[in-house]
Nanobody, 122 residues
Framework: QVQLVESGGGLVQAGGSLRLSCAAS????????MGWYRQAPGKQRELVAS???????TYADSVRGRFTISRDNAKNTVYLQMDSLKPEDTAVYYC????????????????WGQGTQVTVSS
């Protein structure tokens, strides 16, 4: 009973910015790592950025220096600030969370959002 809902996608011109948000809700005891993945048509889903519960971040080489991931643990929300967007950033962006649910022991589970479309025009 965990849901991830993304928002903030849209159409933007090259060089512009977007901020994606992903709010987790449900029977959550703890969220470990949260991350953003993206999938472009004809390509495999790839990790864009991730952030641990302690705030350690990881970025794909293609976005490092342009994107910033952050989280608000009190709100179970992760953000992706995307600056200097390029057409190759066009993809469906998916939120991911590694969750320990309330009442569940010895088991962490991955949850995915429904995806939000980011389109960067050239």
């Amino acid at each position: 009973q965990v849901q991830l809902v993304e928002s903030g996608g849209g159409l933007v011109q090259a060089g512009g910015s977007l901020r994606l948000s992903c709010a987790a809700s449900g029977s959550i005891f703890r969220i470990n790592t949260m991350g953003w993945y993206r999938q472009a048509p004809g390509k495999q889903r790839e990790l864009v950025a991730s952030i641990t519960s302690g705030g350690s971040t990881t970025y794909a080489d293609s976005v490092r220096g342009r994107f910033t991931i952050s989280r608000d643990n009190a709100k179970n929300t992760v953000y992706l600030q995307m600056d200097s967007l390029k057409p190759e950033d066009t993809a469906v962006y998916y939120c991911n969370a590694d969750v320990r649910r309330l009442g569940v022991t010895f088991k962490n589970e991955d949850y995915w959002g429904q995806g939000t479309q980011v389109t960067v025009s050239s």
